[in-house]
Nanobody, 122 residues
Framework: QLQASGGGSVQAGSSLTLSCAASGPIGSTDMIGWFRQTPGTEREYVAAMTWSGNTRLHAPAVKGRFTIAKDNVKNTVYLRMDNLEPEDTAVYYC?????????????????WGQGTELTVSS
């Protein structure tokens, strides 16, 4: 089970960190992904990492601005977002999938958090 939180309304250039608290059995090679969605569009891959923490990946659109990381004690995956842009406005979801194949494809993820909304104003 996943629970996302941390969204809000910020100004462009600000930073914000989203959290995804996970519970239940998760394998070391399972992946936690962050996706985002705006009305009328498909969910867009943002970042993903293996539960072990050995592999961390970011979409080109956010690379250098967003960082995915994990707190092993709290079983929580974070998405640190710096230098936010109005184009980052979306509902952000975390999700869980088995294995590392096709990690950018939202259809491959079996479990989803409820989504947390981010609004970035210029």
């Amino acid at each position: 089970q996943l629970q996302a939180s941390g969204g809000g309304s910020v100004q462009a250039g600000s930073s914000l960190t989203l959290s995804c608290a996970a519970s239940g059995p998760i394998g070391s090679t399972d992946m936690i992904g962050w996706f985002r969605q705006t009305p009328g569009t498909e969910r867009e891959y943002v970042a993903a990492m293996t539960w072990s923490g050995n592999t961390r990946l970011h979409a080109p659109a956010v690379k250098g601005r967003f960082t995915i990381a994990k707190d092993n004690v709290k079983n929580t995956v974070y998405l640190r977002m710096d230098n936010l842009e109005p184009e980052d406005t979306a509902v952000y979801y975390c999700a869980l999938k088995a294995g590392m194949l096709r990690y950018t494809q939202y259809e491959m993820y079996r479990s989803w958090g409820q989504g947390t909304e981010l609004t970035v104003s210029s």
